[in-house]
Structure formats: structure tokens, C-alpha cells
């Protein structure tokens, strides 16, 4: 699989990383195009105590990427950005209500928005994993405008039966949940088996 994976300004830069993380370990997965939005950066020096734009890849999945690879946001040249380009879909993780809103209004001003909206035009996955809260009306209508064109929304809203013993075990199940959605299930997936 070739997959695009973005990283938007929004709450929970660990659900992002353990994505890109995820994705590296899996064999299935030949190639991830990586995208931070500039404003991320900020979230991600917030949240994971890593600052700078050097070596961003590096110090989020904690060694050198294999089949990782990162564009500039406004390089709105770079392969993701046309729909010739060979891919599987795309997952954005966090993502703002801004960027939401630049999508539901094909506004394609950035590689992030711009490649979400070949995702869409193409009829691949796109898979919004919003986080904000409360949800005023114009996140809700944006939401909505975005799963009509065929996006599916998967809120950042994390399981508790599975009782994680931390917020990275946390978002890892999450993450198992997106992409077991994309089809690429996790051998770590927790699985409700009430019966046993
Ligand atoms: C620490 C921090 C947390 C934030 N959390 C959220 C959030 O959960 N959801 C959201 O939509 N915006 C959040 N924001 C605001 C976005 O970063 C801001 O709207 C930004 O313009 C989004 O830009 P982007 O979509 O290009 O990344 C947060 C900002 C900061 C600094």
C-alpha cells in the first residue's frame, strides 16, 4: 500500500505519531508520503517535547524512516498533489477544524488540502480524524459537506474498555482502529471478545 498520512495543528500529535510509527512496522505498507501542516509544529512541540522542523520524521518515529518520506505543506507540487499519483488513501491524524473546513470548501491552498481533495475527486479513502470539542455548527456542517464528498469521519475519541495503561497505549489502539478501517489490520489490535 502507498498511503498519504498529514498532521494538522490540532490536539493529540501522539495519535499522529503513532500512526507514521504503525505504518513503518507494517510490511503491507510500501510507502507513506508524510505532510505536517506548519501549524502542527507547534502542537507537536506542545504535546511530544520536540521542537524544530530538522529531522521532524526522525524524531517521531524515533529513528531514520525506511519508506517515510516528508513534503513541505506548501509544496503543492510535490506527487500527493495529483491524482495520477498511485495511492491508497489517505489519513489525516489530527485534524484541525481548519483544516475540516478547507477541505468541505475545496479550497486545495495547501499539499494537505490539496491532497485530500485528489483523495476525494479519485474516490479513494479519506479519513478525517477530527478533534475538537465542543463542536460549534460550523464544524458540524463541515463535517457533514466533507462525509457527502465522501470522506468518512473518525473522530479522535480513543476506546476505555480495552483499559490502556497510558495515553500512548491509548492512542495506538486508536490508530489500530483507523487502519484495520483502511483495511491493514494490526496484529495488537484489542479485540471485545465478551463471550471468552
Ligand atoms: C496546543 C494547541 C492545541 C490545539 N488544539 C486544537 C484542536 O484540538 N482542534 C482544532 O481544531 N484546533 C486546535 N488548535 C488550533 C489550530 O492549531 C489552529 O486552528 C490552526 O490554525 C490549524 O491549522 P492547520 O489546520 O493548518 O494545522 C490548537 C492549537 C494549539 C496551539
Known amino acids: 500500500m502507498n498511503l498519504t498520512v498529514a498532521i494538522t495543528g490540532a490536539s493529540g500529535a501522539v495519535f499522529g505519531r503513532e500512526l507514521l510509527r504503525?505504518?513503518?512496522?507494517d510490511e503491507l505498507v510500501s510507502r507513506v508520503h508524510f505532510v505536517a501542516s506548519d501549524n502542527s509544529?507547534?502542537?507537536?512541540?506542545?504535546?511530544?517535547?520536540?521542537?524544530?522542523?530538522?529531522d521532524l520524521l526522525s524524531k517521531l518515529l524515533g529513528n531514520?524512516?525506511?519508506?517515510t518520506i516528508q513534503h513541505p505543506d506548501t509544496n503543492i507540487g510535490a506527487s500527493i498533489a495529483?491524482?495520477?499519483?498511485?495511492?491508497?488513501?489517505?489519513?489525516?491524524?489530527?485534524?484541525?477544524?481548519?483544516?475540516l473546513a478547507a477541505i468541505a470548501?475545496?479550497?486545495a491552498d495547501s499539499l494537505i488540502a490539496r491532497a485530500a481533495d485528489v483523495t476525494l475527486k479519485e474516490r479513494r479513502p479519506?479519513?478525517?480524524?477530527?478533534?475538537?470539542?465542543?463542536?460549534?455548527?460550523?464544524?458540524?456542517?463541515?463535517?457533514?459537506?466533507?462525509?457527502?464528498?465522501?470522506?468518512?469521519?473518525?473522530p479522535c475519541i480513543p476506546t476505555f474498555y480495552n483499559k490502556p495503561a497510558d495515553s500512548t497505549e491509548m492512542a495506538r489502539q486508536f490508530v489500530y482502529r483507523v487502519l484495520a478501517h483502511i483495511g491493514l489490520p494490526q496484529p495488537g489490535a484489542y479485540v471485545w471478545k465478551p463471550e471468552e
Not at 41 to 54: F, K, N, Q, Y
Open 82 to 99: 495529483s491524482g495520477s499519483h498511485p495511492s491508497h488513501g489517505m489519513i489525516i491524524l489530527p485534524c484541525s477544524m481548519g483544516t
Open 105 to 107: 470548501h475545496g479550497l
Open 41 to 54: 509544529l507547534r502542537v507537536i512541540a506542545e504535546e511530544l517535547d520536540l521542537s524544530g522542523r530538522t
Open 126 to 154: 479519506l479519513i478525517l480524524c477530527v478533534r475538537e470539542t465542543p463542536f460549534n455548527r460550523i464544524h458540524l456542517r463541515n463535517m457533514n459537506l466533507a462525509a457527502e464528498a465522501g470522506a468518512v469521519i473518525f
Open 64 to 67: 531514520a524512516p525506511r519508506k
Open 22 to 25: 504503525a505504518l513503518e512496522a
